[in-house]
């Protein structure tokens, strides 16, 4: 319980530092697109009712963890097959380089040629940004496995998937994780995009119909949802990571208490 109430504070200091500046320097606008921030809070309960969190905030999150989801699984097994084999890896290199250098965004209007405009493209746009961070970091971690845990499991006889199971994810395990929290910050902007083509409902969809319609208080609520949404995801991330790396953080504990 001590551990956890300074990094609750630490966590909660800095947005509270800034949601204070926030009220004061907005406290006194008379501009419509930049309403004071207690005008803003008003507004959010009459906006962000159950009926609304069911019909754009729920669909928003089902798509993010499709596609993140999508992303995770062809990340990790690309990633694993072209960290493993040298070979492979020189082949597809300059094309997983070229291809990841192509802004997601950009994609979206030749996505929805082939996928529609339905929940399967908004699907397709988010784990077409997200796998790449899982895809290079699964590479560089399967590239790092200590090749003397590698020999001595070859001469146990310990190959195929077993080694990989066993040996190669575990080692590179760090490293996908990273790219796993790199994707999930990708996704959430790629959600909101996507969301803002031919869409009839989600969080992009919401504050584009906001702002057309003028409605700037709402407006800003939608992206206050967005920012806590993003921050809830972190935390359940972190979470998530500390379950499953729980050995590689007690590794690094111990060697910086070590002498």
């Known amino acids: ?51 609304r969190l069911r019909t754009d905030l729920l669909p928003s999150v089902l798509r993010l963890a499709a596609g ?24 597809c290199e300059p094309v997983l380089e070229f291809l990841r250098a192509v802004p997601p965004p950009v994609l979206v209007p030749v996505i929805m040629l082939f996928a529609g405009i339905g929940d399967a493209m908004k699907v397709v746009v988010i784990a077409s940004g997200c ?15 200590d090749p003397v845990t590698a020999e001595t499991a070859r001469s146990y006889g310990i190959t195929g998937m077993a080694r990989i199971s066993r040996i190669v994810l575990p080692s590179a395990s760090p490293q ?12 959430i902007i790629l959600m909101v995009i996507s969301e803002m083509f031919a869409a009839s409902n ?17 407006m800003w609520t939608g992206i206050l949802v967005l920012g806590l949404l993003g921050f809830v995801l972190s935390l359940l991330f972190q979470a998530v990571e500390r379950r499953v790396l729980g050995w590689y953080h007690g590794l690094r504990a111990s060697s910086r208490r070590s002498p």
């Open 68 to 91: 993140c989801a999508v992303a995770a699984v062809v990340g990790v097994v690309l990633g694993t097959v072209v960290g493993s084999y040298r070979r492979v890896r020189a082949v």
């Open 131 to 145: 796998v790449w961070p899982v895809l290079l970091n699964t590479v560089e971690g399967v590239r790092a496995v």
């Open 202 to 218: 989600g969080l992009g969809f919401t504050i584009v119909q906001f702002q057309r319609g003028f409605a700037i208080p709402g």
């Open 1 to 51: 319980m001590r551990s956890v109430l300074p990094r609750l504070f630490l966590a909660l200091a800095l947005p509270a530092v800034l949601a204070a500046v926030w009220w004061v320097a907005s406290d006194g606008s008379t501009n419509v697109y930049w309403p004071p921030l207690r005008t803003i809070l008003r507004t959010f309960p009459d906006v962000w009712t159950g009926d």
């Open 176 to 187: 996908i994780f990273a790219g796993l929290r790199q994707a999930l910050s990708i996704g």
